[in-house]
């Protein structure tokens, strides 16, 4: 089973908007990851953000952590067509020796 | 340095055929996962390595799935027989052993059963 949920499921937006996307998870959790995936192509590892941490940035995203709310949010300023993607969250529990655990992921489609 | 590499890139066999994925991870990661990604969905853990031993193989159908890591090193994903519902994306990744950073995945290896 998946421990994340992304919301929402596909998003599409004008190159130069941003573009929030939303993750939800059961348990505590050890670090919460994003990755991206381009259709037809492997995963590819975004950000990590820590347990501990709030808030965090990479270039043009954003990642937030509200554990209180078992919640995270990406966002991805001034968007570009090439942003256009697959986006998964994944988290590590914290629990036992556990592997990350991937949600069923947003679509996003930036149009030029 | 090379990535993970990942081979076949497509295969489309009839049902009840075999079929086998191979991996190469990264150098110097020890632990290796297998993923299978249906269409619209999430990766899915199938099996985890750490060196030669499989430590998490709950989700693995081991009636018709079998995996090895030889030398806990390259590794190969086996289906016999294979069934219409095994079409999916089979997804190799590795990472630094005991590791709870990034895994580094492969581009994977789509089966299309028919």
């Known amino acids: 089973s998946q421990q994340g949920e992304e919301d929402p499921q596909a998003l599409s937006i004008q190159e130069g908007e941003n573009a929030t996307m939303n993750c939800s998870y059961k348990?505590?959790?050890?670090?919460l990851q994003w990755y991206r995936q381009n259709s037809g192509r492997g995963l590819v590892h975004l950000i990590l953000?820590?347990?501990?941490?709030r808030e965090k940035h990479s270039g043009r995203l954003r990642v937030t952590l509200d554990t209180s709310k078992k919640s995270s949010s990406l966002l991805i300023t001034a968007s570009r067509a090439a942003d256009t993607a697959s986006y998964f969250c994944?988290?590590?529990?914290?629990?036992?020796?556990?592997?990350?655990?991937f949600g069923k992921g947003t679509r996003l489609s930036v149009i030029a | 340095e090379a990535g993970v590499v990942q081979s076949p890139r497509y295969k489309i066999i009839e049902k009840k055929q075999p079929v086998a994925f191979w991996c190469n991870p990264i150098?110097?990661?020890?632990?290796l996962y297998w993923y299978r990604q249906n269409l619209g969905q999430g990766p899915e853990l199938l099996i985890r390595y750490e060196n030669e031993e499989a430590v998490d193989d709950s989700q693995l159908p081991k009636d018709r799935f079998s995996a090895e890591r030889l030398k806990g090193v390259d590794s190969t994903l086996k289906i016999q027989p294979a069934e219409l519902g095994d079409s999916a994306v089979y997804l190799c990744a590795s990472s630094l052993s005991g590791h709870t950073g990034e895994l580094f995945f492969g581009e994977g290896s789509r089966l299309t059963v028919l």
């Open positions: 150098s110097g990661h020890n632990t």
């Open positions: 953000i820590r347990s501990n941490e």
């Open positions: 348990t505590s959790i050890n670090n």
């Open positions: 994944a988290t590590f529990r914290n629990s036992g020796n556990t592997p990350l655990v």
